[in-house]
């Protein structure tokens, strides 16, 4: 199947900086739109940004200017630069990838999730 593993999540004063990074493997034959999402306890999970494999951006409007999305096809990886973070930023981020696999000859489109990454802002 396929796995998407997050890593750069931490601890980061409000008003500074984190990069965070997904990494798809597995089965893969492509991936069209990689987004990242978030879930602060409490609270519903919610779309942070989403790209297509051609480029497309899409944020939540509570983060555009501070966050870029970005992805490396060759690398089925996508990224979250997050500038100027903010207490509320402050959740566990979670990588969404929409792939197309193929095994034994046979393709399959299905949406995976991966187990999240920690972001914590201190004021």
């Known amino acids: 199947q396929v796995q998407l593993v997050e890593s750069g999540g931490g601890l980061v004063q409000a008003g500074g900086s984190l990069r965070l990074s997904c990494a798809a493997s597995g089965s893969i034959f492509s991936i069209s739109t990689m987004g990242w999402y978030r879930q602060a306890p409490g609270n519903k999970r919610e779309l942070v940004a989403a790209?297509?494999?051609?480029?497309?951006?899409n944020y939540a409007d509570s983060v555009k200017g501070r966050f870029t999305i970005s992805r490396d096809n060759a690398k089925n990886t996508v990224y979250l630069q997050m500038n100027s973070l903010k207490p509320e930023d402050a959740a566990v981020y979670y990588c969404?990838?929409?792939?197309?696999?193929?095994?034994?000859?046979?393709?399959?489109?299905?949406?995976?999730w991966g187990e999240g990454t920690l972001v914590t802002v201190s004021s």
């Open positions: 969404n990838a929409e792939v197309m696999t193929v095994l034994g000859g046979q393709f399959k489109r299905g949406e995976y």
């Open positions: 790209i297509t494999r051609g480029g497309s951006t």
